[in-house]
């Protein structure tokens, strides 16, 4: 989910960037260039998940039904580091309400660099173009707000 994340923030001009494992790694091959991730000395995913959510002021996760593997890492990762999260269940939450608590939540928190995270697309398939659409009306709320935000 984070690429749906960063795929908003690069069609709507918002700065964005962050951490990625060893070889841009991922599920389903190599992360393509147009994403502007910094390769991280280890190819572990634990290790490029703690470094973007320290890196971030708060951290968004989507959901759908269950925390499970990395995006439960994350909501773990966020509680041991005392970093605030909000996650959101797909299953209960319409995508106009995951926007205004996603909002809400940035505002509540003075968030000025955001980590997205949420289950690999394998694990939910669909939650793409929930998490972009999102995303996108999150960041264009953010950005009526102001212009000094980024999106990691």
Known sequence: ???????????LGVPCGGYCPRGRKAEDGVIP???????????????RTLKNLL???????????????????????CREHRRPFLAIDAGV??????????FEFMIGN?????NVAGPRKSQWPEGYGYVYEVMQSVLKLWQSISHEHSCD
Do not use: C, W
Request: glycine letters at 4%; aromatic letters at 6%.
């Open 1 to 11: 989910m984070d690429r749906a994340a960063l795929d908003a923030a690069l069609d």
């Open 33 to 47: 260039a147009k994403y502007p991730l910094q390769s991280l000395p280890s190819a572990n995913y634990r290790d």
């Open 55 to 77: 890196k971030a002021d708060a951290t968004l996760i989507f959901y759908n039904a269950k925390l499970t593997g990395g995006t439960r890492l994350t909501a773990d990762l």
């Open 93 to 102: 939450h319409t995508r106009q309400q995951a926007t205004e608590s996603g």
């Open 110 to 114: 003075s968030v000025r660099m955001l």
